[in-house]
């Protein structure tokens, strides 16, 4: 009779050990998932943080080298032109020179693309009535209505941003069919709120290849990097409104 109850511990003593080590088990699969998410969004984070400076590093070279060569190039035509009788040849000079600055233009565009010049020197605003400018341009009609200092927010968050504000007006003249469009940017608590809003067509947020061909998970790693977060509203027919908020945006 006395066994049983021995034999009874015994039986509790390896169920539990067993546990012990199945809740081990689990637990060292979960932090080596949570290491290896962390490990991810690391090298995302440093990823998009080495675009973002070669993107500016390659604006300033296309901006402060290659334009002032393709201007100096310009001049020399001019020169050569002036000295020609006006025949065939200085003709074509005069076109060639034009080319020169069309081409110089373009290159302009392209570095200011990459990288606006005017986010580094003037702030989040003002390098958001550029982009306004831009796509108004291409057909948009963008309300902006900005209540922020022009030193108001830092550059790393000044430039996760504008990138949201850039990809966001993409998508409303690429899939939203709607001709106008809503830029705020105001100080929200200790961030700083920007949203973008259509009246378009909207989507389904919860689509995973809605928002993969809307670069909408490019935008949220961006907003995270910067301890912030991205709100996507939007049904079908109803439009679109999209919201980042980045804490510590404001400067004391």
């Known amino acids: 009779m006395s066994e049983a109850p021995e034999l009874w511990w015994i039986f509790i003593a390896a169920t539990l050990t067993g546990l012990i080590l199945v809740a081990?088990?689990?637990a060292s699969i979960v932090i080596q998932q949570r290491r290896f998410l962390s490990t991810t969004?690391?090298?995302?984070?440093?990823?998009?943080?080495?675009q973002e400076e070669e993107r500016a590093r390659l604006a300033r070279e296309l901006h402060d080298d290659l334009i002032q060569r393709v201007a100096m190039l310009g001049q020399e035509l001019e020169q050569l032109e002036h000295s020609l009788p006006v025949n065939g040849a200085g003709i074509r000079l005069a076109g060639i020179r034009e080319e020169l600055h069309d081409l110089a233009g373009e290159i302009r565009r392209l570095a200011h693309r990459m990288h606006p010049a005017v986010l580094d020197h003037l702030g989040l605003s003002a390098a958001l009535v550029q982009l306004v400018a831009?796509?108004?341009?291409?057909g948009l009609r963008v309300d902006m209505d900005s209540a922020l200092p022009a030193d108001a927010?830092?550059?790393a968050?000044?430039?996760c941003l504008y990138r949201v504000a850039q990809e966001a007006l993409r998508n409303v003249v690429r899939h939203s069919g709607?001709?106008?469009?809503?830029?705020?940017?105001?100080?929200?608590?200790r961030g700083v709120l920007l949203e973008v809003e259509d009246a378009g067509r909207g989507f389904d947020p919860a689509s995973s290849n809605a928002r993969a061909g809307l670069?909408?998970?490019s935008l949220s790693e961006?907003?995270?990097?910067?301890?912030?977060?991205?709100?996507?509203?939007?049904?079908p027919g109803l439009g679109t409104r999209i919201s980042a908020w980045a804490p510590a945006g404001i400067r004391p």
Request: proline share 4%; net charge positive.
């Open 222 to 235: 961006r907003i995270r990097l910067v301890q912030g977060r991205l709100s996507i509203r939007s049904e």
């Open 157 to 159: 968050v000044s430039t």
């Open 153 to 155: 927010v830092a550059p």
């Open 41 to 50: 969004r690391a090298f995302g984070g440093r990823l998009l943080a080495a």
């Open 134 to 138: 831009e796509f108004e341009q291409l």
């Open 215 to 217: 670069g909408l998970t």
């Open 24 to 26: 081990a088990f689990v």
């Open 178 to 189: 709607a001709g106008r469009a809503q830029l705020r940017l105001r100080p929200d608590g």
